[in-house]
């Protein structure tokens, strides 16, 4: 299988290529299907954050390609400078490989969709990780997405399901949990106390976009009901957001990137997830929370609503009330504490790599694709 992603790597102090952690547990569960993995990525020549991690599955080879785009004009213009090279690659590297699988949406997408759909004549899928619903996206992100619904038949996965779905995009959750993290998550919620002391967490990138001024408005008001909140994460607004988080009383801790193991003992200490983002597909960081019974209090929008009901957390509308009224109705509520994060807790199982493999090898499967033995 070829991957074609944005993916982040970096050499790590061992001299390794390790790769936004997320996704390369992802592609190492994904390398048990096939003989071989082959992924294209974007290689950075800077110092790797604790997040990354190194590729388990001996049988992935990393395969650099110049870092590009961004928000900027010059940026997107290196885009385009850097197409031929890209698409000479891909072109190189497809004819080595029985089927693809692009990651979406990414700067590259806008010539590598048309290009994989319309001018090579591999099976493969896509998929789309940002919202398949929301309006206010970026213009190169809605072009990527009306392509891959429109003007091409191979399978899409997409988070959430849609009033008239075509029959080729295909509803997957984002696979974040392994067999041992449910048995550490089910011993987790047995023994959390959900009186006393409340723990809130915020993962992602520390950025409006992802809600973080949200929270601390919140922390700023009087009788604010959090204990103790926890970012974890870093971004070019992270300064900014560890001044602002001076003005307020509650106990506020900036970790910066952690590696997995760290972020995992933190869901474990917290009783609530926060993330009143602007958009979103489906974060991982629900579920992954969730698993440890972190109550997610987290906007509605995309799919989320789809996931988080009632019974496992509570919704923000931000067209409705503010996030920190949300939060104050939801933090009195503690008679649900223990039922709501037992519900969460149940909601990630959809979730697993295991259930994640099963979806991809039926898919192969319709695909007529011959799977790795064993």
Same mark, same amino acid.
């Given at each position: 299988?070829?991957?074609?992603?944005?993916?982040?790597?970096? +050499?790590?102090?061992?001299?390794?290529?390790?790769?936004?952690?997320?996704?390369?547990?992802?592609?190492?569960?994904?390398?048990?299907?096939?003989?071989?993995?082959?992924?294209?990525?974007?290689?950075?020549?800077?110092?790797?954050?604790?997040?990354?991690?190194?590729?388990?599955?001996?049988?992935?080879?990393?395969?650099?390609?110049?870092?590009?785009? =961004?928000?900027?004009? +010059?940026?997107?213009?290196?885009?385009?400078?850097?197409?031929?090279?890209?698409?000479?690659?891909?072109?190189?590297?497809?004819?080595?490989?029985?089927?693809?699988?692009?990651?979406?949406?990414?700067?590259?997408?806008?010539?590598?969709?048309?290009?994989?759909?319309?001018?090579?004549?591999?099976?493969?899928?896509?998929?789309?990780?940002?919202?398949?619903?929301?309006?206010?996206?970026?213009?190169?992100?809605?072009?990527?997405?009306?392509?891959?619904?429109?003007?091409?038949?191979?399978?899409?996965?997409?988070?959430?399901?849609?009033?008239?779905?075509?029959?080729?995009?295909?509803?997957?959750?984002?696979?974040? +949990?392994?067999?041992?993290?449910?048995? /550490?998550? !089910?011993?987790?919620?047995?023994?959390?106390?959900?009186? =006393?002391?409340?723990?809130?967490?915020?993962? =992602?990138?520390?950025?409006?976009?992802?809600?973080?001024?949200?929270?601390?408005?919140?922390?700023?008001?009087?009788?604010?009901?959090?204990?103790?909140?926890?970012?974890?994460?870093? =971004?070019?607004?992270?300064?900014?957001?560890? +001044?602002?988080?001076?003005?307020?009383?509650?106990?506020?801790?900036?970790?910066?990137?952690?590696? &997995?193991?760290?972020?995992?003992?933190?869901?474990?200490?917290?009783?609530?997830?926060?993330?009143?983002?602007?958009?979103?597909?489906?974060?991982?960081?629900?579920?992954?929370?969730?698993?440890?019974?972190?109550?997610?209090?987290?906007?509605?929008?995309?799919?989320?609503?789809?996931?988080?009901?009632?019974?496992?957390?509570?919704?923000?509308?931000?067209?409705?009330?503010?996030?920190? /009224?949300?939060?104050?109705? !939801?933090?009195?509520?503690?008679? &649900?504490?223990?039922?709501?994060?037992?519900?969460?807790?149940?909601?990630?199982?959809?979730?697993?790599?295991?259930?994640?493999?099963?979806?991809?090898?039926?898919?192969?499967?319709?695909?007529?694709?011959?799977?790795?033995?064993?």
């Amino acid at each position: 299988m070829l991957i074609i992603s944005h993916t982040e790597h970096f +050499l790590n102090d061992r001299g390794i290529i390790c790769g936004w952690g997320s996704t390369v547990r992802e592609i190492d569960h994904l390398a048990t299907v096939f003989k071989e993995v082959r992924h294209i990525g974007f290689f950075y020549n800077s110092k790797a954050p604790q997040s990354a991690l190194e590729y388990e599955a001996e049988n992935v080879t990393f395969i650099p390609v110049q870092a590009v785009g =961004g928000k900027h004009l +010059l940026e997107k213009v290196e885009i385009l400078l850097t197409a031929p090279k890209v698409l000479a690659l891909v072109k190189s590297e497809i004819k080595k490989t029985e089927v693809f699988h692009f990651r979406a949406p990414t700067g590259i997408g806008v010539f590598l969709i048309p290009y994989l759909s319309l001018f090579t004549a591999s099976p493969g899928w896509y998929k789309y990780a940002g919202s398949w619903v929301q309006k206010n996206i970026p213009i190169s992100y809605r072009f990527q997405r009306w392509f891959l619904n429109h003007s091409q038949k191979r399978p899409v996965t997409i988070n959430g399901k849609w009033p008239n779905q075509k029959a080729h995009t295909k509803t997957f959750e984002n696979p974040c +949990l392994t067999v041992e993290d449910r048995i /550490e998550g !089910s011993v987790c919620i047995n023994e959390k106390c959900y009186t =006393g002391r409340l723990e809130a967490i915020f993962v =992602g990138r520390l950025e409006q976009a992802k809600g973080v001024d949200q929270i601390l408005n919140y922390l700023r008001s009087e009788n604010v009901g959090i204990d103790v909140m926890h970012f974890v994460g870093d =971004g070019p607004e992270a300064e900014q957001f560890r +001044l602002a988080a001076k003005e307020c009383k509650t106990d506020i801790k900036f970790y910066g990137f952690l590696s &997995r193991n760290e972020v995992k003992m933190l869901y474990k200490k917290a009783h609530f997830l926060f993330l009143p983002s602007e958009t979103e597909g489906f974060p991982k960081v629900i579920a992954e929370g969730a698993n440890y019974g972190c109550i997610p209090i987290v906007s509605d929008i995309s799919s989320i609503g789809q996931y988080v009901t009632k019974d496992v957390g509570f919704l923000w509308n931000k067209t409705k009330e503010s996030f920190g /009224e949300v939060v104050t109705k !939801s933090i009195q509520q503690k008679n &649900r504490f223990e039922l709501l994060a037992l519900n969460a807790h149940n909601l990630a199982g959809r979730f697993t790599y295991e259930r994640y493999i099963a979806q991809v090898q039926r898919m192969l499967d319709e695909l007529n694709i011959v799977r790795k033995e064993g």
